[in-house]
């Protein structure tokens, strides 16, 4: 592999960023040419490498490895595996829609640098495999965020995106804590001081009670990310508050952050203590699944309605990757990029319903559907993709989630079934009382979706079919990985998966 | 020759010197005039150097006794430039009180 | 004997302490401190550091003490403070507290550290000890030239900055900018 | 005794090694000759001999470092200071620290119209303070240094003359400094007392060769407590710290500048000197007390910062819960008995040197927008300063960013240098603390930059810089961000620590 | 078994009751002498003055009105005891003796006589104990009065001040400020001194000065003892620097309010600090009792036993600065206060220091076996150097002073 994709796909938008950010303050169409031609080459690069990506391969691919803080054996160390696969692929194509669909209102130049930075701190984040550098793409990921958030949000930005910033941080804090204790603790073990995540993971032997504090330190940083009950309340503020390509983002990749961490930095690196903690996060996920639905069915705002949506959903993922069965955690993987997709078209058509009608209050808007029955349409389609319909990609994920976490965790599973009755409850609900109806005055105006908008939600609604009807690409790449890293599991701890027939 | 063959040891001094520097640490505690807290400063510094001397005394060591007169360098030092403060500020205005010094509360 | 010296001495010094923190008006306070400082001076005698004595009594009394008046008379500060009013409530019972825990503390550290001083060293010459009256001086001076030598020479600097200090207080630039 | 005075030989002296002081001596006086020997110098030239001083003296420090190689440690001057890597170390960050405050100061007394040499001569001095503070191997020529710096601190805070919080300022630093001095110094006498010497080392030895001796320990703890209430108050921990607040905020803004900088690291410098060289043998007793006040002025210190509404007076509380940080440097230090207590002494050395580069940067942009008289240092003095002047603000950003010690800056690295230095001698609740402390004051930060950025402001204020006060805040944002994503540029010399 | 008390200062060892008589007797005589010379000091005062100005003077009291001084002292006892309304009682009390004791403690470490002749070195035997006569002889000495002098300040300070009027307090500053600028001259000139005797100690000073030739006014160049004579003038607050009484001005100076016993004290302190300051001349730069000696050759006073002889030695000495005294005051004007200042500082404490720094470059060009004229003509160079710099900053200062306008 001559080309070093994986940096190109961190340094890319970086890259844009700072040119973008050195341009003349006037040319603001200039410094959107800019962020555009650097996220869509990064994009073009994230799938290029998904074509590369060798089906089967169980490993990290593309690895690019460099010395960085030989001092403190840090190393600027990149891989790809079937877990990280779609997620990069994800953010490589959300980034450059948002970029193409959602004008800010103001300031576009330093938006869209932000942006730029964003994109690579996220990317450097799913392709670390050094805990030191994850850490770094994991922080600096929040200054964008806040910015993005402050700066372009709406009324109450300036407090959400304070919160955010505090929550976040505050979490990490134990992290950090973490790694560097993982690093001493693993020295022994490897000879020398490293941080290195498969060194660490393969080498090192720690006590059962150390891995277990170790474990905690690391959980609580992705649970606040993730987020998991009860460390969620920063969530709804952040995505109510954020402009809409804000919320998008948060939504499509930042939360998967957490999800993927407790995969790659949780049970891989801690196994015993993954197992050992397993009823305790099993639980919080189940009250996270229950409590997001409860608490969206209440929600007066239809953009914090769908942001109780995501604590619910991303209670599925952590439900899977914590049932611990090879087709559990296949399912929160690839639960992760439906999330991602759908959640993220959500999000994006209530940012469009708000520029027509500047209110997000439900009772505000009625009989939407009568004017803009187009528009109504693509709501639907994306709504029962999140809901989990058949046939749609939403579905895949659940399924497999629920059905491969019926072995080790049944009556949790139990439980988070009323999850999705709940879902289709709220997201019905609320589709029925902002598009049914009689068309209120200020409704009558609502404009029908343009042009620019359907195609970006094409793109969504295209994925999301095809994720649906024919989820077989995706489900190979992943399962080698995930497969891999259970063997590990199971050989680092005394936990068996139950046999269950293979084939789904 | 008195009958009284009591020789005070260099515990004596020291205990002398505690009771005379918490005297001074008091002090400053107490006073709100500028001028008075610095003589109790003084007075702690007048502490440490009976303890010096004391030590140095017991210890045979002369290196006690120079440490003082370090000490007292750096005293008289101090009093320069806290006085050429205090001065620099009456004659702004007048009627020097630590509490009357309000500009500065956060 | 001795134990006569040090009586007078330390009542000299409690009393000029004493003096400092409770009389009202800085001029009196200024006039305790002196009887502390002559009291130190004389138990500084009766230690055999009479080099120190002197200049205790010439640096402190005659210099320290001095300019203390003399910025109390010459800016009219001498207006007695009213040591009724309590400035924080309770704060002067908490300093009570605290000085008679320091006491406590200091005392018992220093009673019961003191059996271990230690001989070591030459031995302090004094005047009673032998037939050269310098001998004091020169021991402490070849102390202070060699073993602090270095901090002889931080002392001027030490001084340097009193100085300029000073200057930069006293200076006032009405030129702005170049004169 | 017969000590005649031609029987006397003094020490020897390598001035080489001590260039660094002499250079910055003779700064001093060339500086004072100047003031007194000829009329008004043009507009910021004091500043340009100030600023060549230091780096002069940097760059001698350098030499020696390379010189020292990988020599043993000495002592220089009858064993007055030592000589070693961490010694020069600390010596290049107070001479780095200076040559950068001068920089500010310069640009700020050109605008007040106050140029003279004076202050550049107190700076130099101050300097001249510190270094012989981080040097020094006995704890007497360390009292010395700490007086010099001290004096020369109280003289400049006072040293604005239009402002009345500045005098005022000046005299309760002096009158609270004065009381420190005092307890450190009465807790040298006790440790003399209990050990027989003031000398680093040879208190070091005595303290093992009694380990076991009882009666010792009374005077000596009593010592120990001393010294550590008068560094307390030097380096501002709580509940030593009271005094902080205020003198931050009356000093002239380049002046507080220094403080941050220069002022912390000698004290700091000093403090690990002490107590981990001279009373390590005792560190099973003043490691829990240096523990209860790490976590103490981390925790005071953050919360406190965040409810100001002064940036000083924020900057004062932040330097608090930052000293905190040192401390946990402090306590990893302390585990004498494991091998990574080196990782402590190293990584308190790279927080200060980084540090001193921050609070020098961020403070040389309150300067410049406190505007003329310096007054203007309130929080809603950077309203819209984004819009106004995105360069200056943006620079305020990294800096506050590194403070709150997020990734790719120098902030961070200092940061993760303490966690790894505490988690390595098996402190993780203080770790955990610390870091918590770290989000709490990263509010403050973000108080600062929503301010900045996030809030609409008055924004025609004339904030402009002269090009001295520029170069020293882009060579600290410079240095930020190159030591953030090439952490091994400082991390090659502190790890020879 | 010399020290500040002339017996062990802390009696630590066996007290015999013999020495205990000597010091006893011995503070008796220098107490006596002290009045004594005092009271004739006054006298002698008024009649030279009055000579010069071509008048009588006392001639009524006792023959020659010798006793003068003492009908004053009598009629100024028996006179009314005023403290002022506004005065600090118990500063305005004790102040006047603030400032006579420590005119007497001076006197006590000067040798007052004793045989210097051959290696005795003015040792004496008294009731069968070897003993100087010198109530004290303290081994730090000068240092001693330098001391006494520094705590001299606070009578007049004090009195000034706590009279409570505008006056004496104005009087009191000026004093102090005086008194205490020119200490530092007084000090530098010594430090001369002391580096060539070597010792701190009267008594060694005055052993070290065996002929004129090994006199301290030349061996240490005549600089040092101009200075201190100067500035001892200057701390005795006697003419042409007695600004603090400036009547003039300040209407009576610092004791303006002072009457009766306590006015009288201020009186006789003036006078016998006078008496001390001559005899403390006569001791560090003029040999003290040692007789007058060209190389091996001794003036002898005839009929004079050789015990006595020093005594009468310092006090034939000791009357030619006495008379100095009084000449100066009939004859100079009074300095104005700036001009006080500026001598005090701008010419007696640099050209002392330098000197200092002079003699000190040829006493290590000596140790170090340097050529002497290499050394005297460096140290020279510098000195010129350091002289112009001065000069320069002093020209400076004063443009900037003009500039800026002045401090108070």
């Known amino acids: 592999m001559s080309i070093p994709i994986l940096t190109l796909l961190v340094l890319v938008p970086l890259a844009g960023a700072i040119v973008a950010s050195l341009l003349a303050k006037s040319s603001e169409s200039m410094a959107k040419n800019v962020a555009l031609v650097s996220s869509i080459a990064t994009g073009l690069l994230s799938v290029w490498m998904l074509i590369k990506f060798p089906t089967g391969s169980a490993g990290f691919e593309f690895v690019s490895k460099h010395a960085w803080v030989s001092e403190w054996g840090i190393s600027w160390h990149l891989g790809v595996d079937g877990i990280s696969l779609f997620l990069v692929v994800l953010t490589g194509i959300l980034f450059p829609l948002v970029i193409v669909g959602i004008d800010p209102h103001h300031d576009h130049k330093q938006y869209l640098v932000w942006m730029l930075v964003l994109e690579s701190g996220v990317m450097g984040s799913f392709l670390s495999l050094d805990l030191f550098l994850f850490f770094v793409f994991f922080e600096i990921v929040l200054v964008p965020m806040y910015f993005l958030i402050g700066k372009w949000g709406y009324d109450q930005r300036v407090y959400a995106a304070t919160k955010f910033f505090i929550y976040t941080m505050a979490g990490s804090a134990f992290m950090l804590v973490g790694i560097v204790a993982t690093a001493f603790l693993a020295r022994r073990d490897i000879g020398h001081l490293s941080f290195d995540l498969i060194e660490i993971a393969e080498k ?288 680092h701890s005394n936990y068996k998966q139950p046999e269950i027939k293979a084939g789904e | 020759m008195f009958g009284l063959v009591v020789v005070p040891t260099p515990t004596w001094y020291l205990v002398l010197s505690a009771v005379l520097f918490s005297i001074g640490a008091v002090g400053v505690l107490v006073r709100r005039n500028p001028l008075v807290m610095f003589m109790c400063i003084e007075l702690m510094l007048n502490a440490v150097n009976l303890t010096f001397v004391t030590v140095g005394r017991a210890m045979s060591d002369i290196n006690g006794q120079a440490i003082v007169f370090f000490v007292m360098v750096v005293a008289a030092a101090e009093v320069v430039v806290g006085l050429g403060i205090i001065v620099s500020i009456m004659r702004r205005r007048s009627g020097v009180n630590v509490d009357d010094l309000t500009e500065l509360k956060g | 004997m001795e134990l006569f010296v040090f009586v007078c001495a330390s009542v000299m010094v409690l009393v000029g302490a004493l003096g400092v923190i409770v009389r009202k008006h800085p001029v009196h306070a200024a006039l305790s401190l002196v009887l502390t400082l002559f009291g130190i001076a004389v138990l500084f005698v009766a230690q055999s550091a009479e080099f120190l004595a002197a200049v205790q009594v010439i640096v402190y009394a005659g210099a320290i003490v001095i300019l203390f008046l003399f910025v109390i008379m010459l800016l009219g500060v001498d207006k007695a403070e009213n040591l009724q009013i309590e400035p924080l409530t309770g704060q002067r019972w908490i300093a009570g507290v605290v000085g008679l825990g320091m006491v406590g503390l200091l005392t018992t550290a220093v009673v019961s550290g003191s059996d271990v001083l230690r001989l070591r060293g030459l031995g302090i010459a004094s005047s009673v000890a032998g037939e050269n009256a310098d001998a004091n001086i020169q021991q402490l001076a070849n102390s202070i030239f060699s073993d602090y030598v270095f901090a002889f020479e931080v002392t001027s600097v030490l001084l340097v900055v009193a100085v300029v200090g000073t200057v930069l207080l006293a200076r006032r630039r009405t030129g702005k900018g170049i004169a | 005794m017969m000590l005649a005075a031609n029987m006397f030989v003094g020490p020897a002296i390598d001035w080489f090694k001590i260039s660094p002081l002499l250079v910055m001596l003779g700064g001093v006086l060339l500086l004072i000759l100047a003031g007194s020997l000829t009329p008004q110098w043009k507009q910021g030239t004091y500043g340009v001999v100030g600023a060549l001083t230091a780096a002069g003296s940097a760059v001698c420090t350098a030499m020696l470092w390379r010189d020292l190689g990988e020599g043993n440690p000495s002592s220089l001057l009858a064993n007055a ?417 | 078994m010399i020290s500040l008390l002339a017996v062990d200062p802390v009696l630590n060892g066996d007290l015999l009751w013999t020495p205990l008589l000597i010091v006893v007797l011995k503070v008796l005589v220098v107490f006596v002498t002290g009045l004594v010379a005092t009271m004739l000091m006054v006298w002698f005062e008024r009649k030279v003055v009055a000579g010069m100005g071509n008048r009588i003077g006392p001639n009524k009291a006792g023959p020659f009105g010798l006793l003068q001084t003492l009908a004053d002292g009598i009629k100024l006892f028996f006179k009314e005891d005023l403290v002022p309304d506004r005065a600090d009682p118990f500063v305005f009390k004790i102040a006047p003796f603030l400032s006579f004791v420590p005119a007497f403690l001076s006197f006590s470490i000067i040798p007052l006589g004793g045989d210097f002749r051959g290696d005795k070195g003015g040792l004496v035997t008294w009731f069968g104990h070897t003993t100087r006569v010198q109530l004290a002889d303290p081994s730090i000495g000068v240092l001693f009065t330098l001391a006494i002098s520094a705590i001299a300040v606070y009578g007049i300070m004090l009195a000034g001040w706590s009279s409570g009027s505008k006056y004496p307090l104005l009087g009191s500053v000026r004093a102090s400020a005086q008194m205490v600028s020119y200490e530092a001259a007084l000090g530098l000139s010594l430090a001369a001194v002391i580096l060539v005797s070597k010792t701190l100690s009267t008594s060694g000073i005055v052993i070290a000065q065996s002929s004129i030739g090994n006199w301290n006014v030349i061996a240490t160049g005549i600089v040092p003892f101009f200075i201190f004579f100067i500035a001892a003038t200057a701390e005795l607050n006697r003419p042409p620097f007695d600004l603090v009484e400036a009547e003039q001005e300040l209407v009576g100076g610092f004791n303006t309010e002072y009457s009766s016993i306590r006015f009288s004290l201020f009186y006789l302190a003036e006078f016998m600090n006078t008496v001390t300051m001559s005899a403390l001349m006569v001791t560090l730069f003029f040999g003290g009792p040692q007789p007058i000696s060209f190389g091996s050759t001794v003036l002898d006073i005839p009929l004079i036993p050789n015990g006595l002889e020093g005594s009468v030695w310092l006090f034939l000495k000791t009357l030619v600065f006495l008379y100095t005294y009084v000449w100066l005051r009939a004859t100079l004007p009074r300095f104005r206060y700036d001009q006080l200042m500026d001598f005090g500082w701008k010419v007696l404490i640099p050209s002392s220091l330098g000197w200092f720094m002079l003699l000190a470059a040829q006493r290590l060009g000596r140790n170090e076996g340097w050529n002497t004229i290499v050394v005297t003509g460096a140290s020279v160079l510098v000195l010129v150097v350091c002289y112009a710099l001065l000069q320069r900053s002093f020209a400076v200062s004063s443009k900037q002073r003009e500039a800026e306008g002045s401090m108070f």
């Not at chain 1, 195609?455 to 190979?476: D, E």
């Not at chain 4, 440097?329 to 308190?348: E, Q, R, Y």
């Not at chain 4, 200060?352 to 940067?361: C, W």
Request: charged share 10%; hydrophobic share 55%; with cysteine.
């Open chain 1, 204 to 491: 090192s032997n720690f006590a059962a009670g150390t891995g277990r504090w170790l474990f905690v330190g690391f959980v609580i940083a992705f649970a606040v990310k993730v987020p998991l009950f009860p460390l969620h309340t920063w969530l709804p503020d952040a995505h109510t508050q954020a402009p809409t390509g804000g919320s998008v983002i948060l939504a499509g990749v930042l939360l998967k952050m957490g999800t993927y961490g407790m995969l790659r930095f949780g049970v891989y690196l801690f196994p015993e203590a993954a197992v050992w903690a397993k009823p305790v996060l099993l639980t919080l996920a189940v009250i996270g699944i229950i409590y997001g639905a409860i608490a969206a069915t209440m929600q007066k705002d239809l953009k914090r309605l769908v942001a109780y949506s995501s604590v619910a959903h991303l209670g599925f993922i952590v439900l899977g990757t914590f049932a611990l069965t090879n087709q559990a955690i296949t399912g929160g993987v690839m639960q992760m990029v439906n999330h991602g997709i759908s959640t993220g078209a959500l999000f994006l058509m209530v940012g469009m319903i708000y520029e027509r009608r500047h209110t997000r209050v439900i009772a505000e808007l009625k009989g939407i559907q009568a004017v803009a029955p187009i528009f109504a349409g693509f709501f639907t389609l994306i709504m029962l993709s999140s809901i989990g319909l058949p046939g749609l990609n939403g579905f895949v994920g659940e399924f497999l989630v629920l059905i491969g976490s019926f072995a080790t965790a049944r009556w949790w599973v139990v439980a988070a079934t009323t999850g999705v009755i709940l879902a289709a409850l709220y997201l019905l609900w609320a589709y029925q009382r902002v598009f049914h109806g009689e068309p209120e005055e200020a409704n009558k105006s609502f404009a029908e979706i343009t042009k620019r908008e359907a195609m970006l939600l094409s793109v969504f609604v295209a994925a999301i079919v095809f994720t649906g009807v024919y989820p077989k690409p995706m489900l190979n790449r992943i399962e080698p990985s995930v497969k891999s890293l259970l063997e590990h599991v199971e050989s």
């Open chain 4, 81 to 497: 200071l030592s000589f070693s890597k961490f010694s020069l170390f600390a010596t290049f960050s107070v001479a780095v620290a200076t040559l950068l405050a001068i920089l500010v100061t310069s640009g700020f007394l050109v605008r007040e119209g106050e140029d003279g040499p004076e202050v550049f001569a107190l700076i130099l001095s101050a300097a001249i303070g510190g270094m012989v503070m981080v040097q020094a191997n006995d704890l007497i020529v360390m009292f010395l240094g700490l007086e010099t710096l001290s004096l020369a601190f109280y003289l400049l805070t006072a040293s604005s003359r239009w402002r009345s919080a500045s005098g005022e300022a000046g005299l309760k630093y002096f009158v609270l400094g004065g009381f420190a001095s005092a307890f450190f110094l009465y807790g040298v006498a006790l440790v003399f007392g209990a050990t027989g010497s003031t000398n680093v080392e040879k208190i070091a030895a005595s303290l093992s060769k009694d380990t076991v001796l009882g009666g010792s320990s009374a005077m000596l703890l009593a010592g120990i407590a001393l010294l550590l209430v008068g560094f307390g108050f030097k380096v501002s921990l709580v509940p030593f710290h009271t005094w902080t607040a205020d003198v931050y905020q009356g000093a002239p803004t380049p002046v507080t500048a220094l403080m941050g900088s220069v002022g912390k690291t000698a004290a700091f410098v000093a403090l690990i000197r002490v107590f981990t060289v001279a009373l390590s043998s005792r560190s099973d007793d003043w490691r829990p007390v240096v523990v209860m006040l790490a976590v103490l002025t981390l925790v005071i210190g953050s919360v406190l910062a965040v409810v100001q509404t002064d940036v000083k007076r924020m900057l004062a509380y932040s330097s608090i819960s930052h000293a905190g940080f040192i401390l946990v440097g402090l306590v990893a230090a302390g585990h004498s008995a494991s091998a990574d207590a080196g990782l402590g002494t190293s990584g308190a050395l790279s927080y200060l040197f980084i540090y001193s580069i921050l609070v020098v940067g961020t403070l040389g942009i309150v300067s410049v927008v406190a505007g003329k008289g310096d007054n203007e240092t309130s929080l809603s003095a950077f309203k819209g300063l984004g819009k106004s002047n995105p360069v200056l603000a943006m620079g305020m950003t990294v800096l506050l960013l590194a403070q709150a010690g997020v990734p790719l800056t120098s902030g961070f690295v200092a940061k993760f240098g303490i966690i790894r230095a505490a988690v390595s001698t098996e402190s993780y609740a203080l770790a955990v603390v610390a870091m918590l402390a770290a989000v709490i004051a990263a509010f403050l930060y973000l108080r600062i930059m929503v301010s900045m950025w996030l809030s609409e402001g008055a924004a025609s204020r004339d904030v402009a810089a002269t090009f001295s006060v520029k170069a020293s805040i882009a060579l600290c944002v410079g240095a930020t961000l190159a030591l953030g994503f090439f952490p091994s540029l400082l991390l090659q010399f502190t790890n020879q620590l």
